[in-house]
Structure formats: structure tokens, C-alpha cells
């Protein structure tokens, strides 16, 4: 059974006991905010367990929230009540930002039966839904180690060779706000250099919602904000060249996949978030950078 990539709060409330929900909230650092404390003190969706990407993450890496193994992942899913064919809704409290990583981790597992929650908690909390507050309450499930679809992850070495090669049948599109790609304004992470990986198009994600309501904008107006950064949407979905596939970037592969569902949405095969992202890029004195 398909699940909708896209769910209302409307639609979830009439659900509610059905689907297993999950808060994917995640902030910068700098911000000062902490999404636990906030899931607890602030309230959630009835039912909803909190997907920490701090702690479902691989352990021994320097880089911020890289893909775990498929066995710790499998393991820290199972606890969270998660079985392999439950139908999980992501949301965070923003609207339309770091629940998008929750969505890209399970379908890079394989997890094909995830949606995402328009306008996320902000959304409800608007419509005047019930929300509860404290600890989850979890029945552990269990869930079966998944295989890792290689074709939706890129890696460091993978990336470097395409900007080598200048393989033009590889779209990258850069999600970070356009001041630090085009190198006008510094990196949040001390020590990195800013500005983009050169043939890397701009789609900042801030583009992509309405940042009053939370909610994901509709498709003509997705459209638009690939196509003044110079992708055509289109041709990407029409094309069947081999080798040519899209690869999103960003600060750390948070925002990155926000564009892998609006271009997911929008019916877009052959995604891949670059897990390091511009924080692995730009710390590897191997690695050209571009400013404008």
C-alpha cells in the first residue's frame, strides 16, 4: 500500500492511532533551542515520539548527524516503536525543515511508507488540535536490519570525482542560503570557508515553504524556485540518459533534504542527498570551492 508523500493535519487527525508519529525537529547550534526539552515542555502530536538525528546517527564520525549503520538504525527505530511496514508521519516544528532528514534517512532504508506533515506542528497547533506533553509513550517493535539503497547517498569521494570530472550528466543543487554560496556571507561553522562547489546550482530551502504557516508551497511555485536557479524540473524527469541523477547539498545534509522531497513530490527520480555535505566539502583541502 502507497502512503501519501504529503500529509494535512487534517488528514493525520482523522488517522490519529494509525500511523506511528514521529517529531524530526532539529536546530542549529547557534539558535540556543533545544527540540527535546521543546517536545516535552512545548507538547506534541498525540502519540508522537521523538526522532532524535543527534543520537540516529553514525557515533563515530566527526561530522555532524551522518548516516548511522543499517543495524544501529534498525535498532534505534525498533525503540521508537517503528516496525518495517509502519506507515510513519514526520513532522517538526518549524513546518518544513529538519523533518525532511527523517524522511530521506527512512527511504534511504528503504522505508518506502513515510509521509511528511504539511505545515508540520506549527500547522497543528494553528487548526487548535490536541497536543500532549512529557515523555513518549513506546512499545518497543522490532525492525529488521534494512539494506542501505546506495543510489540514494552520495559520499565525499563519490562527489569530489564529479566535480573533477565536470560530469554534466550530475545535477547538484545546493540548498544553503545564497550569501554563503555565493561566498558573500560566512559559514555558521567556525573554520569553513564558504561559497560552492563549482557547476552547483542555488535552490535555498527557505524558497520552497511559507515560512508563516510552515507549509510546503504548491508545485507551480517549487517550479518556479528550481527554474530560477537554473533547473529544469522538467527535463530531469523526462530524462532517460544513463548516469544522470540529482545530488543535493547543503550546510550538513539537513536542508539538503528538504530539496530531495520537494523534488520527490514533484516526481523526480534518481535522488541523493550528500550526507557531509558543504561541512565535509569544504573542510578537505582537496576540494574546489567557487565564489562569485
Known amino acids: 500500500m502507497s502512503v501519501p508523500l504529503l500529509l494535512s493535519v487534517a488528514e493525520l487527525k482523522s488517522q490519529l492511532g494509525g500511523p506511528v508519529v514521529v517529531d524530526g525537529s532539529w536546530h542549529m547550534p547557534a539558535s540556543g533551542r533545544d527540540p527535546i526539552k521543546e517536545f516535552k515542555e512545548n507538547g506534541h502530536i498525540p502519540g508522537a515520539r521523538f526522532f532524535d538525528i543527534e543520537s540516529i546517527k553514525d557515533q563515530t564520525s566527526n561530522l555532524p548527524h551522518m548516516m548511522p549503520t543499517a543495524s544501529q538504525f534498525a535498532t534505534q527505530v525498533g525503540e521508537l516503536g517503528i516496525s518495517n511496514d509502519d506507515h510513519v508521519v514526520v513532522y517538526d516544528t518549524v513546518g518544513f525543515n529538519s523533518a ?84 558573500a556571507a560566512p559559514e555558521p561553522r567556525a573554520g569553513l570557508s564558504s561559497g560552492h562547489m563549482p557547476g552547483a546550482k542555488n535552490v535555498p530551502f527557505l524558497e520552497l515553504s511559507d515560512m508563516e504557516t510552515g507549509e510546503l508551497y504548491n508545485d507551480d511555485l517549487l517550479l518556479a524556485a528550481f527554474k530560477r536557479a537554473g533547473v529544469d524540473v522538467q527535463q530531469l524527469k523526462e530524462t532517460t540518459e544513463p548516469g544522470k541523477e540529482v545530488i543535493l547539498s547543503c550546510g550538513s545534509g539537513v536542508t539538503a533534504s528538504a530539496l530531495y522531497f520537494a523534488l520527490d513530490k514533484l516526481g523526480v527520480k534518481d535522488l541523493a542527498v550528500f550526507d557531509g555535505s558543504w561541512t565535509e566539502y569544504a573542510s578537505r583541502p582537496e576540494s574546489p570551492i567557487v565564489k562569485d
Do not use: C
Open 100 to 183: 525532511a532528514r527523517t524522511y530521506w534517512m527512512l527511504k534511504a532504508f528503504g522505508h518506502e511508507k513515510v509521509s511528511l506533515l504539511n505545515g508540520g506542528f506549527k500547522a497543528w497547533t494553528a487548526a487548535g488540535y490536541p497536543v500532549e506533553k512529557g515523555e513518549a509513550n513506546i512499545t518497543p517493535k522490532k525492525y529488521e536490519i534494512p539494506s542501505l539503497k546506495q543510489n540514494r547517498i552520495k559520499y565525499y569521494d563519490q562527489v569530489l570525482k564529479i566535480v573533477k570530472d565536470k560530469d554534466n550528466k550530475i545535477t547538484i543543487i545546493d540548498a544553503r542560503p545564497a550569501a554563503r554560496f555565493t561566498g
